[in-house]
């Protein structure tokens, strides 16, 4: 899943058990330094409660795949898509399917995963707003700042923007770098149940 998940726990007691140093966020855990001044992780002067709800964060996945093409280009996969727990296969290169010789890289996702190229000298913020076929606002995925000239994948997790579920049907989404869209047409993609 990409993105952010929300975890409650009841301690991280444990959570360090296996981790080999300092340098990962486990390790330093266990060598209890939690607190971070001037980028650097220093000791705790005083015990902490460890308990609560915490954040965990997983990446996008990197593709380090150019692109020197001049037009944007966007897709999904899979579309049409359901709302249940998938894996979906995407090789080096950025195509679905990790046939070889490229290796393949797993992403489970409970929606689509979005790809898209960005042509160079394109770079900006970057904005998926997801609309339906009455034209309402659906959903907005903030890409955040992108280099153009590259492969980039993101996720849309089926949900609208108060994290509900939407309904089957076709959805169209538009692409805004730096607030003007960006592409000549909509792309389309619909969630079936």
Not at 15 to 42: C, D, H
Not at 44 to 55: L, N, P, Y
Not at 118 to 138: D, Q, T, W
Request: hydrophobic share 35%; with cysteine; net charge positive.
């Amino acid at each position: 899943m990409l993105g952010v998940v929300s975890v409650d726990i009841a301690g991280l007691d444990s959570a360090y058990e296996g981790a080999g140093g300092a340098n990962t966020p486990l390790g330093r855990k266990r060598f209890k330094m939690s607190a971070v001044q001037n980028g650097r992780y220093v000791p705790s002067a005083a015990s902490t409660s460890q308990s609560g709800q915490f954040a965990v964060f997983t990446a996008k996945p990197p593709t380090g795949v150019s692109y020197s093409g001049a037009a944007f280009d966007v897709y999904n996969m899979p579309n049409p898509f359901s709302l249940k727990s998938k894996t979906v296969s995407i090789s080096a290169d950025g195509t679905s399917g990790g046939t070889p010789p490229f290796s393949a890289s797993s992403y489970d996702t409970r929606g689509t995963i979005i790809k898209y190229h960005l042509p160079s000298g394109r770079s900006g913020s970057l904005k998926f707003v997801i609309y339906n076929l009455a034209g309402e606002k659906v959903r907005t995925l903030d890409e955040g700042d992108r280099t153009g000239g590259y492969l980039y994948y993101s996720e849309w997790d089926g949900k609208n923007d108060k994290n509900a579920d939407c309904a089957s049907g076709v959805y169209f989404m538009l692409t805004y770098l730096n607030g003007n869209k960006l592409g000549n047409k909509a792309h389309k993609l619909a969630i079936i149940k």
